[in-house]
């Protein structure tokens, strides 16, 4: 992405750890960040997805530190391990992209248990666990910047998506009381609530026809699906200084499809 002379370094040095790192609106932001002069820690699932993207970082960005580590979101153990192994390394957690998660189409009727507790393990409950550890490391170190990745369905509905908007507006509503709560020891936290992105998953459901582009297209001001660089943009915002007195916040980057009543 293009990054203007004044925000260029803007994040120079600033430790960034971002979860679901291997792919989509994790590698854009890890590239924005890596523009701006961040240290980054990529944490995913998906080991050989992290290779990659490390790989593809330092062959843009030679200059730029990173370190992989692999773990579930889920799994609260492993959370733990990845905020010691990034403690370890950098010594403190800046900025946390907190961005791990999965979608959930499925009628509610036909909804399991487990389907259940996989979105709101995955999409809410490891949100919690590397917020309380990121609050933990950031206060130890006089502050941060936490940025979860809501969705626009976590503000408004949509069918066939109980689970997903269920756990996307706890994300919502989880940073505006982390944010009430932790403002006082100098940590920020913020939603993101993207809208329909252009990231790889999305361009396949579009190829299978499970998602119609112009439809959506039709449906948003801006007449255009967003890009990955489009909320990386907002994420370097929101972490930056120029945001120092923003938090609580549930911003919107979805071409005004919310903002939408008309048709």
């Given at each position: 992405?293009?990054?203007?002379?004044?925000?260029?370094?803007?994040?120079?040095?600033?430790?960034v750890m971002c979860t679901g790192a291997a792919q989509g609106l994790g590698r854009a932001m890890l590239d924005a960040f890596a523009a701006e002069g961040a240290r980054l820690a990529l944490i995913d699932i998906d080991a050989d997805g992290l290779a990659t993207a490390q790989?593809?970082?330092?062959?843009?960005?030679?200059?730029?530190?990173?370190?992989?580590?692999?773990?579930?979101?889920?799994?609260?153990?492993?959370?733990?391990?990845?905020?010691?192994?990034?403690?370890?390394?950098?010594?403190?957690?800046?900025?946390?992209?907190?961005?791990?998660?999965?979608?959930?189409?499925?009628?509610?009727?036909?909804?399991?248990?487990?389907?259940?507790?996989?979105?709101?393990?995955?999409?809410?409950?490891?949100?919690?666990?590397?917020?309380?550890q990121a609050g933990r490391a950031m206060q130890a170190s006089g502050g941060g910047v936490i940025l979860n990745t809501a969705s626009m369905y976590g503000v408004v509905a949509a069918p066939e998506r109980a689970a997903y908007c269920a756990a996307k507006a706890g994300v919502?509503?989880?940073?505006?009381?982390?944010?009430?709560?932790?403002?006082?020891?100098?940590?920020?936290?913020?939603?993101?609530?993207?809208?329909?992105?252009?990231?790889?998953?999305?361009?396949?459901?579009?190829?299978?026809?499970?998602?119609?582009?112009?439809?959506?297209?039709?449906?948003?001001?801006?007449?255009?699906?967003?890009?990955?660089?489009?909320?990386?943009?907002?994420?370097?915002?929101?972490?930056?200084?120029?945001?120092?007195?923003?938090?609580?916040?549930?911003?919107?980057?979805?071409?005004?499809?919310?903002?939408?009543?008309?048709?």
């Amino acid at each position: 992405m293009a990054i203007s002379r004044e925000a260029a370094g803007r994040h120079a040095g600033r430790v960034v750890m971002c979860t679901g790192a291997a792919q989509g609106l994790g590698r854009a932001m890890l590239d924005a960040f890596a523009a701006e002069g961040a240290r980054l820690a990529l944490i995913d699932i998906d080991a050989d997805g992290l290779a990659t993207a490390q790989a593809q970082l330092q062959r843009v960005y030679p200059a730029v530190e990173t370190i992989c580590v692999t773990a579930s979101v889920a799994d609260d153990g492993q959370v733990a391990q990845a905020f010691e192994a990034v403690l370890a390394h950098f010594g403190r957690v800046d900025v946390l992209l907190n961005n791990a998660g999965i979608s959930m189409n499925r009628p509610s009727l036909e909804l399991t248990p487990a389907d259940w507790r996989r979105a709101i393990d995955i999409d809410l409950s490891g949100v919690f666990y590397c917020c309380q550890q990121a609050g933990r490391a950031m206060q130890a170190s006089g502050g941060g910047v936490i940025l979860n990745t809501a969705s626009m369905y976590g503000v408004v509905a949509a069918p066939e998506r109980a689970a997903y908007c269920a756990a996307k507006a706890g994300v919502v509503a989880l940073s505006k009381s982390l944010a009430v709560e932790w403002a006082e020891l100098g940590i920020r936290v913020n939603a993101i609530c993207p809208g329909y992105i252009r990231t790889a998953l999305v361009d396949s459901l579009i190829e299978r026809g499970a998602l119609d582009a112009a439809r959506i297209s039709a449906r948003t001001p801006m007449g255009r699906l967003g890009t990955p660089q489009d909320v990386a943009g907002v994420a370097c915002f929101l972490a930056s200084d120029a945001a120092a007195f923003v938090t609580g916040h549930a911003m919107l980057a979805d071409g005004g499809w919310t903002a939408n009543g008309y048709m």
